[in-house]
Nanobody, 121 residues
Framework: QVQLVESGGGLVQAGDSLRLSCAAS????????MGWFRQAPGKEREFVAA????????YYSDSVKGRFTISRDNAKNTVDLQMNSLRPEDTAVYYC??????????????WGQGTRVTVSS
């Protein structure tokens, strides 16, 4: 069982940066692939980024590649999403998720409650 709590959301202007953090409970955090997803108003939830259990492999959606960076600290049971050059279309509720499959982009097993990010133009 893994419990996830996101933080760091807020209101920013286009071009600004924001860092989201996800704190995980459980002693097996380091065995999970960790992902970030987002859901914009009126849209389906979509994959944003994920990182392997060791932190050695990270992968991103095309829409955020080059602007967002995912990282994890297995000693602290945290996974972060650094978001740079934010755009109004990045406005969404961002969710942290955990799954024991490698390279997963869908079907994650555990989810946080989400943190809202609003980017004004």
């Amino acid at each position: 069982q893994v419990q996830l709590v996101e933080s760091g959301g807020g209101l920013v202007q286009a071009g600004d940066s924001l860092r989201l953090s996800c704190a995980a409970s459980g002693r097996t955090f380091s065995t999970y692939t960790m992902g970030w997803f987002r859901q914009a108003p009126g849209k389906e939830r979509e994959f944003v980024a994920a990182i392997s259990w060791s932190g050695g492999i990270a992968y991103y959606s095309d829409s955020v590649k080059g602007r967002f960076t995912i990282s994890r600290d297995n000693a602290k049971n945290t996974v972060d999403l650094q978001m740079n050059s934010l755009r109004p279309e990045d406005t969404a509720v961002y969710y942290c998720a955990a799954d024991q499959r490698a390279y997963a982009k869908i079907g994650y097993e555990y989810w946080g409650q989400g943190t809202r990010v609003t980017v004004s133009s």
